[in-house]
Nanobody, 124 residues
C-alpha cells in the first residue's frame, strides 16, 4: 500500500557522517512503524533501527548504538537514519521498511513494505 524511496547514501571515509532518508507516499505514514535494515554482499539482511508510529520509542542493533539515530517527521512523511562515526563494517545497502502492526518491532516478517535501498560505502 505504501511506497518507500530511500536517498542520501554515498561513499565516505571512516569517521564521517551521513543521513539517509526514506520518503513515503501512497499511504498513511503515521499508521506505520518504520525500520531500517541493511544488507552487505553475501550476508543476510540485518536489522538496524526501528521507530514507533508516534516516534516516542526506538530500538537499535547493538553495533550502531550511540552512533546512529532514527527519527521521523510524520508531517513530511519521512523517516531518517543519522549515521555518525561510520565504520567500514557499516558498508551495505540500507533499506527502509514499514510495518502495519501497532507495536514497535524489529522482526523482519512484521515489515510488509520495503524501499529499493540506498548504497552506503565506508572506506578505511
Amino acid at each position: 500500500q505504501v511506497q518507500l524511496v530511500e536517498s542520501g547514501g554515498g561513499l565516505v571515509q571512516a569517521g564521517a557522517s551521513l543521513r539517509v532518508s526514506c520518503a513515503a507516499s501512497r499511504g498513511t505514514f503515521s499508521s506505520y512503524g518504520m525500520g531500517w535494515y541493511r544488507q552487505a554482499p553475501g550476508k543476510e539482511r540485518e536489522f538496524v533501527a526501528a521507530i514507533s508510529r508516534s516516534g516516542d520509542s526506538t530500538q537499535y542493533v547493538n553495533s550502531v548504538k550511540g552512533r546512529f539515530t532514527i527519527s521521523r517527521d510524520n508531517a513530511k512523511n519521512t523517516v531518517y537514519l543519522q549515521m555518525n562515526n561510520l565504520k567500514p563494517e557499516d558498508t551495505a545497502v540500507y533499506y527502509c521498511a514499514a510495518s502495519p502492526i501497532a507495536r514497535l518491532t524489529i522482526i523482519f516478517r512484521d515489515y510488509a513494505y520495503w524501499g529499493q535501498g540506498t548504497q552506503v560505502t565506508v572506506s578505511s
